[in-house]
T-cell receptor, first 115, second 112 residues
Framework: GAGVSQSPRYKVAKRGQDVALRCDPI?????LFWYQQALGQGPEFLTY????????KSGLPSDRFFAERPEGSVSTLKIQRTQQEDSAVYLC?????????????FGQGTRLTVV | SQKIEQNSEALNIQEGKTATLTCNYT??????LQWYRQDPGRGPVFLLL?????KEKRKERLKVTFDTTLKQSLFHITASQPADSATYLC???????????FGTGTRLLVSP
């Protein structure tokens, strides 16, 4: 597709349930990022991939969060044993290799609600 | 720690006027700064990037300034239109260029 695609658009999970969020980046984009955006806040960095290598996962809030990009294209963000504080919009972004003019292209996000 | 501040209150202006949004940062020496637009229910969309050695950058009705001494960027929309109503986010690279740190965003409302 022409842009970054995320699925599902909306997810309601019961507390304690595991969820998996998918991101299809723009074809050919080497870098892939996951961000978490709470209501009324800016996006907050979670993790970064360059191809299949996860180079930075410093933003993952706990060991319940796990991300992978096994073939260097599609990425999945998994949240185990969801808690209410995990409710947020999860944004995926992709870009060409990082450099001084890096522009990140964002998907529409997945809105996760934990009840 | 690094901190980015944007006015959290919504900015209301009339159509045709110039909107000016502010981004202040502390404990950073960024090589560049980016501005994004975000509409409700959508992801941010890149608008402009300005480098540390550029004082001003323009794109159509948009103008961005970058004052590394004041640690501030100003984002201007001239001849504003109702379609410009959105939340505008500034973002700085954290370490190297691999991670962006975003401000909280300022919501702009342009009335006809």
């Amino acid at each position: 597709g022409a842009g970054v695609s995320q699925s599902p658009r909306y997810k309601v999970a019961k507390r304690g349930q595991d969820v998996a969020l998918r991101c299809d980046p723009i074809s050919g984009h080497v870098s892939l990022f996951w961000y978490q955006q709470a209501l009324g806040q800016g996006p907050e960095f979670l993790t970064y991939f360059q191809n299949e290598a996860q180079l930075d996962k410093s933003g993952l809030p706990s060991d319940r969060f796990f991300a992978e990009r096994p073939e260097g294209s599609v990425s999945t963000l998994k949240i185990q044993r969801t808690q209410q504080e995990d409710s947020a919009v999860y944004l995926c972004a992709s870009s060409l290799p990082s450099g001084p003019t890096t522009e990140a292209f964002f998907g529409q996000g997945t809105r996760l609600t934990v009840v | 720690s690094q901190k980015i501040e944007q006015n959290s209150e919504a900015l209301n202006i009339q159509e045709g006027k110039t909107a000016t949004l502010t981004c202040n940062y502390t404990n950073y020496s960024p090589a560049y700064l980016q501005w994004y637009r975000q509409d409700p229910g959508r992801g941010p969309v890149f608008l402009l990037l300005i480098r540390e050695n550029e004082k001003e950058k323009r794109k159509e009705r948009l103008k961005v300034t970058f004052d590394t001494t004041l640690k501030q960027s100003l984002f201007h929309i001239t001849a504003s239109q109702p379609a410009d109503s959105a939340t505008y986010l500034c973002a700085l690279p954290y370490t190297g260029f691999q991670k962006l740190v975003f401000g909280t965003g300022t919501r702009l409302l342009v009335s006809p």
